[in-house]
């Protein structure tokens, strides 16, 4: 490293230099909708929560990761520096630490560049080395059953494993970015890799809330395992949207109205079901497209915990609620940390309508469980989720 001058190195990382040797037609994607390429420029930009000092750690963590991957491409054929980079994007995008932030740089710089544990902590201090090398360790883990029990236990092993939540964060953060760019491999790794993230790192989402994270990983997987059926049910979801927003609207309409009579000040919106939870409610049922009539539905959010029940009773009086359908998750929680009032309704023209009720808080944790720990400082870490030991959520599943 020694040189390049800081100023050079600043504005042209190692990558950059080596891309240059490189025809540049596939080095920002574009063309597939993908987003560009994550720079340290797009990471830096995210690191507004963070002090000075961890600036300047993290740019060193990216120095020491960019040389070590130098010379290394992605299948898409851009500089392998890129996914670490996305990688620790993500990561500040929850507002992760300094040393998570760092451990996404390196995160693959063990295992592929032959670097070793003593050099990360005399460098960068022990937490952080701990945080890589649990990473590789997760890494060296194969997934190739498909049995249902097998897969279970996989995801035990790797929880327990993990012994630091932020190493599950930052492999599923892995796990996210590889997905989105999971088109430039080639068919049968294409595959593996979407079938194992729809067996393990899903439903890992899913169990510490991540729920945001937890449907793109599902949504991809889907795509990659399916493309065909994913493509019609997409396709099925469109027409659907068109020919029911007469009736959406309607309930909007009717629903907004009755809550400004109850003088109640809420938040109506939208929801749209994702197509592979649609093809999974298909399957279940063994059902058509069209018997699976609630594919759109309305959030509800309240300003205050007891204002979610009396949101609940101007929705109870203003259409008939469907019987047996009714769950308080407020006062019984989801084992994740999800918390809302769920109801059907039926709606004037028959149809069935799903509504959710909830905080602000609630929300927050419904799309990003643990996470929103990190997030909202003012979420306490019991509320995004009730366990915060690996070894608990193993047993709380
Ligand atoms: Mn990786």
Redesign the pocket.
């Known amino acids: 490293m020694g040189i390049r001058s800081f100023a050079a190195e600043l504005l042209l990382p190692a990558s950059l230099q080596a891309r240059r040797d490189k025809p540049p037609s596939q080095a920002s994607v574009g063309a597939t909708g993908q987003p560009a390429a994550a720079t340290f420029a797009s990471l830096s930009a995210l690191l507004g929560y963070l002090g000075k000092a961890d600036h300047k750690k993290i740019l060193e963590a990216y120095r020491f990761a960019d040389e070590a991957h130098l010379g290394q491409y992605r299948a898409s054929g851009e500089p392998y520096i890129t996914?670490?980079l996305a990688?620790a994007s993500l990561v500040a995008e929850w507002r992760l630490d300094a040393q998570a932030v760092m451990a996404a740089l390196m995160?693959?710089a063990m295992e592929d560049c032959g670097i070793t544990k003593p050099e990360l902590i005399e460098r960068f201090g022990a937490p952080t080395a701990e945080l890589v090398d649990g990473?590789t360790k997760l890494?060296k883990l194969q997934f190739s059953t498909r049995e249902e029990g097998q897969a279970e236990s996989f995801r035990k092993m790797l929880l327990a494993m993990a012994r630091d939540v932020r190493v599950i964060l930052i492999k599923l953060a892995?796990?996210l970015?590889?997905m989105r760019t999971v088109a430039a491999m080639a068919p049968p790794k294409r595959v593996r890799i979407a079938r194992e993230t729809l067996d393990i790192y899903a439903p890992i989402a899913h169990r510490l809330g991540l729920n945001l994270i937890y449907r793109e990983l599902q949504e991809l997987s889907f795509e990659h395992l399916h493309p065909w059926r994913h493509a019609a049910l997409t396709k099925a979801v469109a027409r659907a949207r068109g020919t029911r927003r007469d009736i959406v609207e309607r309930v909007r309409l009717d629903v907004e109205r009755a809550y400004a009579s109850a003088k109640l000040k809420v938040q109506v919106s939208g929801r749209e079901k994702t197509v592979f939870s649609i093809y999974r409610k298909m399957r279940e049922k063994h059902a058509g497209f069209a018997q699976v009539s609630d594919i759109f539905g309305f959030r509800i959010l309240a300003p205050s915990l007891l204002e979610c029940y009396g949101a609940l009773g101007v929705l109870h009086q203003l259409y008939k609620p469907v019987p047996g359908r009714f769950k308080d998750y407020i006062a019984i929680p989801k084992p994740n940390g999800y918390q809302s009032l769920h109801t059907t309704l039926v709606s004037p023209l028959g149809t069935a309508v799903e509504f959710q009720v909830r905080t602000e808080t609630m929300h927050a944790v419904a799309d990003s469980g643990i996470a929103a720990h990190w997030l909202y400082k003012h979420i306490p870490s019991a509320t995004a989720v009730p366990r915060m030991r690996p070894s608990a959520w193993v047993r709380c599943g």
Do not use: G, K, Q, T
Request: aromatic share 0%; glycine share 0%.
């Open positions: 996914h670490p990688v995160h693959d990473l890494d892995d796990r970015h590889n």
